[in-house]
């Protein structure tokens, strides 16, 4: 059980800059997913919790005490690595064991906590065998098994999925939660699949460049984000975007960008006008466009014209990729929709579902 | 190799003759009676070099492992440098040290000592085998390192309890390759020891069967025989984990 705290955390490898600027409060016995691509820096923000790494600037408390320069094994934390990192000379029973005799708890108490954590995660008759006999499921369970007979007061989980297949990502994906829910720890989460992400936070820290642009909870992210990274990072398949010119008068305000049309709320049209400029970037959630007759256009908030570029059969819908004057938008579409490659379509959308990004800095508009 | 054993199991007269015979026609032991006969103390050469070589093996093997184990982990300003200093080491020819060694030992009255023979044979041997223990370490993912961290180890019991046993098949290869080159080396024996009770059995071998008038070529090659087995057997006993050592990154556990 642990608050965390990472307050102005800064992480330089000589010229190059890892993390800036990190901010982050963890709530206790929260679940908490750094997410974001490849090199973001979310590992790294992993490894300074964890005590791997020192920070170049910025500081890390725990319950308000600064752990700046309390060693790795005194932070009384317990990690999952991405590629296990179990001892391969040890048994699956030693491996778990391991920690427990460096406590010096009496045998007794270890065997029953490592037998009690083994029914837990249904590795019981593993015991005996070396990492290398195991699966790569097996594994996995094992590098938890690991770090939960512990009972540490912070959990970090690096990438601990990432070595499965889709399957059993899925079914992991609800153990690991079990687990946490089972245990008292904090947990810090490290991935770079936003569905991970999404399902498995309380709340998302998204990471990207070495600064984190949002936190929040999953549904704040997805509908409120902050900024373009965000927008398109969150949400399968992605958010599309469109680059219009600001039109109209200041009463009925249009954005226009060739045939794409979109008559924003008066709400949005503050903003706009707030944020001054004539070049603005409109995002639309796939699910949010619906496909509609020529007629139509008129009536309808948000019309965006384009030609089919791909579209994609996931069984029950359609994946329908377009291309517009301003960007490419992606529609997502019942299966019993008639779309053909190379058509010109036109899809409508409310102008409530728009999101508004700055042209130039992608910053959402508020 | 052939030619050795033969002739070791030759007569003194059909060994050196003019026109070799590719075999024995008489085969005897005589040669290998001699050596343990009363005129020579081969038994005790032979313990000599046993010794004096183990002891330099394992003397190398745990200086190296703590000393390769920091060029390979830590992280400081001059460890290239260190590392490739090391390594210099080992490029300067054999007889090269043997002055100052000759000086050194003199000074810490080592000098015709068998210590002081598996601190000559060390000194050479050393930077080849933190070289090589290097690259053990360098095999064992580091995740298993930081595994043991989080669990609370301190870096030595890291290195105990974790690195060591995973680098076990390294830890032989290295000692046997150590222990080899201390067997074959000539020169420092022949330099730093006077008395023949405590000479090694290359350099006995030398200094006892090279006579001025006359070469006893059967019982050199007995001895050669003798002297050449120990390092076939050492050698083909760790063959197998030399392979297993060269390919223990597949020891990972990912």
């Known amino acids: 059980m642990a608050r965390i705290s990472i307050r102005h955390v800064e992480k330089r490898y000589d010229d190059v800059v890892a993390l800036s600027d990190c901010n982050l409060e963890i709530g206790d016995h929260e679940f908490i997913v750094l997410v974001g691509p490849s090199g973001s820096g979310k590992t790294t923000l992993l ?46 029973y030693d491996n778990m064991a391991f920690g427990l005799r460096r406590r010096k708890l009496p045998s007794a108490q270890i065997d029953e906590n490592v037998r009690r954590t083994a ?13 290398r006999q195991l699966s790569g499921g097996q594994r996995q369970r094992v590098a938890l098994g690991r770090a939960i007979v512990r009972d540490p007061a912070v959990f970090l989980l690096d990438e601990p999925l990432s070595n499965l297949d889709a399957h059993l990502r899925v ?25 991970e992400a999404l399902t498995m936070g309380d709340r998302i820290a998204v990471m990207h460049d070495g600064r984190i642009h949002q936190v929040g909870t999953p549904a704040e992210l997805y509908d409120a984000p902050i900024d373009r990274f965000v927008a398109s990072f969150i949400g399968t398949p992605a958010m599309g975007f469109v680059d219009c010119r600001v039109a109209g008068s200041a009463s009925a305000v249009e954005l226009v960008a060739d045939a794409t049309r979109i008559r924003v709320s008066p709400k949005q049209a503050e903003a706009l006008a707030r944020a001054g400029g004539d070049r603005i970037t409109v995002g639309i959630r796939p699910e949010r466009l619906s496909m509609i007759a020529e007629a139509e256009t008129e009536r309808i908030d948000v019309a965006v014209r384009g030609s089919v570029e791909v579209v994609e059969m996931l069984g029950a819908e359609l994946y329908v990729h377009l291309s517009t004057a301003g960007g490419s938008l992606t529609a997502r579409v019942p299966r019993e929709q008639h779309v053909k490659v190379g058509e010109t379509v036109t899809f409508g959308a409310n102008a409530r579902d728009l999101h508004l990004f700055d042209h130039a800095t992608g910053t959402a508009l508020k | 190799m052939y030619w050795m054993v033969a002739t070791s199991l030759k007569t003194e007269l059909e060994a050196a003759n003019l026109h070799p015979t590719p075999w024995p026609h008489v085969a005897t032991l005589a040669n290998y009676e001699g050596l343990f006969g009363e005129s020579l103390p081969f038994a005790l050469f032979f313990a ?21 184990y920091a060029l390979s982990r830590a992280r400081f300003r001059l460890r290239g440098a260190i590392a490739y200093g090391v390594l210099l080491f080992r490029m300067l020819p054999l007889v090269v ?18 210590v002081g023979l598996v601190v000559g044979f060390t000194t050479f041997g050393l930077p080849f085998a933190i070289w090589m223990m290097k690259s053990f370490i360098d095999a064992v993912p580091i995740e298993v390192e930081e595994a043991a961290r989080v669990d609370g180890y301190p870096r030595l019991q890291i290195l105990m309890k974790v690195v060591a046993p995973l680098i076990l098949p390294g830890l032989l290869t290295t000692g046997t390759f ?25 350099a006995a071998l030398v200094l006892t069967f090279t006579g001025q008038f006359k070469t006893d070529w059967g019982g050199m090659m007995a001895a050669a025989t003798l002297t050449t087995l120990p390092l076939m057997i050492a050698f083909f006993t760790v063959q197998r984990s030399i392979v297993r050592g060269l390919t223990s990154g597949a020891l990972a556990g990912a």
């Open chain 1, 47 to 92: 490894r300074i919790i964890a005590g791997l790494e020192h920070v170049s600037g910025g500081e890390l408390h725990f319950d308000d005490v600064p752990v700046g320069d309390v060693d790795v094994a005194d932070r009384d934390i317990a990690m999952v690595f991405q590629n296990y990192g179990l001892y391969p000379h040890m048994s699956v």
């Open chain 1, 119 to 131: 029914r837990m995660l249904d590795i019981e008759s593993l015991l005996a065998r070396r990492p």
């Open chain 1, 171 to 195: 079914q992991m994906r609800a153990e690991i939660l079990k687990v946490h829910r089972a245990v008292a720890a904090t947990a810090v989460y490290v991935t770079h699949d936003q569905i």
């Open chain 2, 48 to 68: 000599n070099t046993v010794g004096t070589c183990l002891a330099t093996a394992v003397v190398a093997v745990v200086i190296a492992t703590p000393a390769a």
């Open chain 2, 97 to 114: 040290l043997l002055a100052p060694l000759y000086l050194l030992l003199l000074d810490a009255r080592l000098l015709d000592t068998r």
């Open chain 2, 178 to 202: 150590v222990f080899m080159e201390a067997w074959n080396n000539l020169i420092y024996p022949l330099t730093f020891v006077t008395t023949l009770e405590r000479q090694t059995l290359p």
